[in-house]
C-alpha cells in the first residue's frame, strides 16, 4: 500500500480544511489535504462570508485575488407582517472590515488551494475511511481513492470534514455529542433576481410563524431559504410544489412568477436538515476537529464559515511549532469553544424569536426589533457579536482610508 508522510493530514477540503492547509502553509508547514468528492461543485453550499472571514481571508493573503468575485453587502433588513422593522447598516460600525460579502463556494475553495500549493497536497478525490492507531494515539488515516487505498501518516490528523464528520466518529469524539434538532429545515432554491429589490441587502420576511431569507447571490440570482416545519417536507411534497410556491408567495408576492416559472418540480429545491452539534471534546492524542465537525451551527446570520475560518487560523498557529503537540489541540479548543457557543446561543434565540406565532408573541417579536431599529447604539451592541466577534472598533476619528470594504 501506498504510504505518504506529511506533518499534518487535514480531511475534508471545505472552507475549514482548506484555510488551515494554507495557514500552515504560511507558518512553514507541510499537509496533505484529503476531499472525499472531485471538483468543488457546492451549488447550495455557503455563501455569506461576514467581515470577520473577510478580515481572515485578507489575513491568509487571499483576498485581493477574491475581492474582485466578491459581491458586498451594506445591509440586513427585516419585514414582519408585510413592514419593514429592522434595518442595519453595515457601514455604522467602528470596525476596519464592515460588510459581508457573497462569495461562491468553488471560488473561495479553489483559491484557498491555489495560494497552498507546493505545501499542501490536495488528493481529490479521496474519502478517510479509517484512523491508523499507534500506542493510543491517532496517526494518520487510511484513504480511499479511485486507485487504490492510501495511508497517510501524520503527526497530527485533522477533521475538517463537516457536519457528519467521519473523523469524528472514528476517533470517539461522537459520544458526548449532543445534537439538536431546531423546529424548523429549511428548503434552499434560487430565482431571478427581483426588478427593484436592492441587490446589496440580505432579506428576512416573516409572517406569523412562517419565514424565509433572501440572499443576494453571486451569480445574480437571489438565494432563498424558505423555513418549513421541522419534517414539514413529506407533507409539503405531497401537497406538490405549487404549495412551496404559494408558502413563498405568502412571504414575497414579487417573487411569485418567477416561482411559477422556475420552481417546476422538487429537484429545483435543496432541503437542509437543521440541526447544532456539540461536541463535548474536540480531540484526542493525534486528532483534532474544526468548523462543523467540531460545532455544527446553524445557516441563521451567516456565522458557519466565519468559524470554519477563524478556528483554521487558531489551529495552525498553535499546530505550526509543533504538530505532535498534544496541548496544542486543547490550547485550541478553549480559545474557540466561547466564540462559538455565543454564537450558537445568538442564533437559537434568534430562531425563538422567528417562530413565535402565538398572540403576543408576533407583537412582541416586532416589539424588539422595532426598538433595536429606533436605537442605534443598542443596534450596534447586539449584532456585533454576530458579524464582528472579538473585533477591535476603530476610533470614530480614524481615517477612512483604514475602513476597508469589499467591492
Ligand atoms: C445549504 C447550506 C447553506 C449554507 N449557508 C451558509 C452561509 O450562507 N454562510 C455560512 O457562513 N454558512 C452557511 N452554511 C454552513 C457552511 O456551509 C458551513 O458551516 C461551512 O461550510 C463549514 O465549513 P467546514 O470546512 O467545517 O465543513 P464543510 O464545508 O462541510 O466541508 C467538509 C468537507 O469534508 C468533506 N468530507 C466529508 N467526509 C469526508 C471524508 N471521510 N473524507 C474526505 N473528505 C470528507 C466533504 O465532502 C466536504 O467537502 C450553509 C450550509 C448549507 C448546507
Redesign the pocket.
Known amino acids: 500500500m501506498t504510504v505518504i508522510r506529511t506533518d499534518v493530514c487535514v ?8 484555510a488551515l492547509a494554507l495557514a500552515l502553509a504560511r507558518l512553514g508547514r507541510e499537509s496533505v489535504l ?4 472531485h471538483g468543488a461543485a ?1 451549488s ?7 467581515p470577520q ?1 473577510v478580515r481572515i481571508l485578507d489575513s491568509l493573503g487571499v483576498w485581493d485575488e477574491l475581492a474582485g468575485r466578491a459581491h458586498r453587502v451594506d445591509r440586513l433588513e427585516i419585514a414582519d407582517g408585510g413592514r419593514r422593522v429592522l434595518d442595519v447598516r453595515f457601514a455604522d460600525f467602528p470596525y476596519t472590515w464592515r460588510h459581508p460579502v457573497e462569495l461562491a ?1 468553488p471560488a473561495l475553495l479553489a483559491e484557498l488551494s491555489a495560494a497552498a500549493l507546493g505545501a499542501c497536497r490536495v488528493l481529490e478525490p ?4 479509517g484512523l491508523i492507531e499507534e500506542r493510543g494515539r491517532v496517526a494518520g488515516v487510511r ?1 480511499r481513492t479511485p486507485e487504490g487505498e492510501l495511508e497517510i501518516r501524520a503527526a497530527v490528523t485533522v477533521g ?8 469524528r466518529r472514528m476517533a470517539g469524539l461522537e459520544d458526548g455529542a449532543r445534537r439538536t434538532p431546531l423546529e424548523r429545515d ?1 428548503i ?1 432554491l434560487k430565482l431571478p433576481f427581483p426588478a427593484g429589490w436592492d441587490r446589496r441587502a440580505y432579506r428576512i420576511r416573516i409572517a406569523g410563524a412562517s419565514h424565509a431569507l433572501f ?1 443576494p447571490g453571486t451569480d445574480g440570482r437571489v438565494r432563498v ?1 424558505l423555513n418549513i416545519p421541522k419534517g414539514g417536507l413529506r407533507q409539503l411534497r405531497a401537497d406538490g410544489v405549487g404549495r412551496l410556491r404559494a408558502q413563498l408567495a405568502a412571504l414575497a408576492p414579487e417573487l411569485h412568477p418567477a416561482a411559477e416559472e422556475h420552481i417546476r418540480s422538487w429537484s429545483d429545491t ?1 432541503l ?1 436538515d437543521i440541526f447544532t452539534t456539540e461536541v463535548a471534546r474536540w480531540s484526542v492524542p493525534g486528532a483534532v476537529l ?4 467540531a460545532h ?2 446553524t ?1 441563521v446570520l ?7 475560518l477563524a ?1 483554521a487560523v487558531a489551529l495552525a498557529g498553535l499546530l505550526a511549532p509543533d504538530p505532535a503537540s498534544d496541548a496544542a489541540p486543547r490550547a485550541f479548543e478553549c480559545s474557540r469553544r466561547a466564540p462559538v457557543t455565543r454564537s450558537r446561543a445568538l442564533q437559537l434565540r434568534q430562531e425563538r424569536l422567528f417562530t413565535l406565532a402565538v398572540p403576543p408573541g408576533p407583537t412582541l417579536r416586532r416589539t424588539v426589533y422595532r426598538t433595536l431599529n429606533a436605537l442605534p447604539a443598542l443596534r450596534r451592541r447586539v449584532f456585533a457579536p454576530v458579524y464582528f466577534p472579538g473585533e477591535r472598533p476603530v476610533p470614530a476619528d480614524a481615517p477612512r482610508d483604514l475602513v476597508r470594504s469589499a467591492s
Do not use: C, K, M
Not at 479521496?126 to 475511511?129: F, L, R, S
Not at 475538517?160 to 473523523?167: E, I, K, L, N, T
Open positions: 480531511v475534508g477540503g471545505g472552507p475549514g480544511g482548506r484529503l476531499e472525499q468528492r457546492r447550495f453550499y455557503g455563501e455569506s462570508v461576514s472571514g463556494q479521496a474519502a478517510a475511511v484513504a475538517a470534514d463537516g457536519r457528519f464528520s467521519q473523523v429549511v434552499w440572499l431559504g435543496v437542509l474544526l468548523g462543523d465537525a455544527t451551527l445557516p451567516g456565522q458557519g464559515i466565519n468559524h470554519a478556528d
